[in-house]
């Protein structure tokens, strides 16, 4: 049996505008995804998917002859996610033929050790465990299939903090490191609802192209400012100065504004607007000010960031 892991990422800056260009900053989580791969005597997949609590909540039989082409079968037409998976397992097929001429199939199993509602990384670490599995190239895997500027895949990879920069030619993917000071002082609150990420990039696709590319440069200049800063108080400003652009962009509301407003450190919304994860500034005297109102999913750094 062949066994693969994934990290799961949050995106610390560059939401949005890194699908055109800018520079963003992820960092790689504790948590994220295992594949299983053991050889069956019969030519199918068989995919079992498991949640961090071992329940399974996904399963369904691939016929390996079927991936010949990209038509799905009916048997997967009504369920969104076999059907997503089977133009997945297509796609990655096609970049490794050898999986489709052979007289034997698999067994795959898929585990997360975090919620898949937090947001942390469910398909880019799919992607980046079938890409290693099947020795291909995860980038063009994601774009034939889910979508996205990469940044994902690169931090599930390299296991490491990174910078990243989308480019038509290549991607411009650097390690870095993150361990300012004041990093007991980070913390990351779940505000119990999962982002869409594609209704997330419609919205972002329709904002004025000369506002957008203001933006870009904006974005790419603070992110390596973030990356190096080793002040609290210049942190919390430069988080506030990233919300205003992208607030501004997007014609959104901050969450801070809209959830938060009387809250006294900082609170940044990371990946799409809406959803999923924000980070706070604060003490753990602080973080009571979340729990009071319900947020009950509330990770120091030290507890969530690899």
Same mark, same amino acid.
């Given at each position: 049996?062949?066994?693969?892991? !994934?990290?799961?990422?949050?995106?610390?800056?560059?939401?949005?505008?890194?699908?055109?260009?800018?520079?963003?900053?992820?960092?790689?989580?504790?948590?994220?995804?295992?594949?299983?791969?053991?050889?069956?005597? %019969?030519?199918?997949? =068989?995919?079992?998917?498991?949640?961090?609590?071992?329940?399974?909540?996904?399963?369904?039989?691939?016929?390996? @002859?079927? $991936?010949?082409? !990209?038509?799905?079968?009916?048997?997967?037409?009504?369920?969104?996610?076999?059907?997503?998976?089977? $133009?997945?397992?297509?796609?990655? @097929?096609?970049?490794?033929?050898?999986?489709? /001429?052979?007289?034997?199939?698999?067994?795959?199993?898929?585990?997360?050790?975090?919620?898949?509602?937090?947001?942390?990384?469910? #398909?880019?670490?799919? *992607?980046?465990?079938?890409? /290693?599995?099947?020795?291909?190239?995860?980038?063009?895997? $994601?774009?034939?299939?889910?979508?996205?500027?990469?940044?994902?895949?690169?931090? @599930?990879?390299?296991?490491?903090?990174?910078?990243?920069?989308?480019?038509?030619?290549?991607?411009? *993917?650097?390690?870095?490191?993150?361990?300012?000071?004041?990093?007991?002082?980070?913390?990351?609150?779940?505000?119990?609802?999962?982002?869409?990420?594609?209704?997330?990039?419609?919205?972002?696709?329709? =904002?004025?192209?000369?506002?957008?590319?203001?933006? *870009?440069?904006?974005? !790419?200049?603070?992110?390596?400012?973030?990356?190096?800063?080793? %002040?609290?108080?210049?942190?919390?400003?430069?988080?506030?100065?990233?919300?205003?652009?992208?607030? =501004?962009? $997007?014609?959104?509301?901050?969450? /801070?504004?809209?959830?938060?407003?009387?809250?006294?450190?900082?609170?940044?919304?990371?990946?799409?607007?809406?959803? %999923?994860?924000?980070?706070?500034?604060?003490?753990?005297?602080?973080?009571?000010?979340?729990?009071?109102?319900?947020? #009950?999913?509330?990770?120091?750094?030290?507890?969530?960031?690899?």
């Amino acid at each position: 049996m062949q066994k693969f892991y !994934s990290h799961g990422k949050l995106l610390i800056s560059g939401e949005y505008v890194v699908l055109d260009g800018a520079t963003a900053f992820a960092l790689p989580t504790k948590f994220g995804q295992t594949l299983e791969v053991k050889k069956t005597e %019969d030519p199918v997949i =068989q995919w079992k998917s498991l949640d961090h609590k071992g329940e399974i909540w996904f399963q369904d039989t691939f016929e390996i @002859a079927d $991936l010949e082409n !990209s038509e799905v079968p009916q048997k997967h037409q009504n369920n969104e996610v076999s059907k997503m998976l089977f $133009l997945t397992l297509f796609s990655a @097929a096609k970049m490794a033929p050898e999986i489709l /001429k052979c007289n034997h199939g698999y067994e795959i199993n898929t585990k997360t050790d975090f919620p898949r509602h937090w947001g942390l990384g469910t #398909s880019s670490t799919l *992607i980046a465990n079938l890409a /290693k599995w099947m020795q291909i190239d995860p980038y063009k895997l $994601l774009e034939s299939t889910f979508g996205g500027s990469g940044y994902d895949i690169a931090v @599930a990879m390299q296991k490491t903090p990174v910078t990243f920069e989308k480019n038509e030619s290549q991607n411009s *993917i650097l390690k870095t490191s993150f361990a300012p000071p004041f990093k007991d002082q980070l913390f990351f609150v779940h505000l119990n609802q999962k982002q869409n990420s594609r209704h997330s990039i419609e919205h972002y696709r329709q =904002q004025d192209k000369k506002a957008l590319d203001t933006a *870009i440069e904006k974005i !790419s200049a603070l992110t390596h400012i973030i990356v190096n800063c080793k %002040d609290l108080l210049e942190f919390e400003l430069l988080l506030e100065v990233h919300e205003n652009i992208i607030s =501004q962009l $997007l014609g959104l509301q901050k969450v /801070k504004n809209r959830l938060f407003p009387d809250y006294p450190g900082a609170v940044k919304s990371l990946g799409g607007w809406g959803g %999923d994860f924000v980070l706070a500034t604060g003490t753990a005297e602080d973080l009571m000010y979340f729990e009071r109102k319900g947020y #009950s999913t509330i990770l120091p750094y030290s507890e969530i960031i690899l």
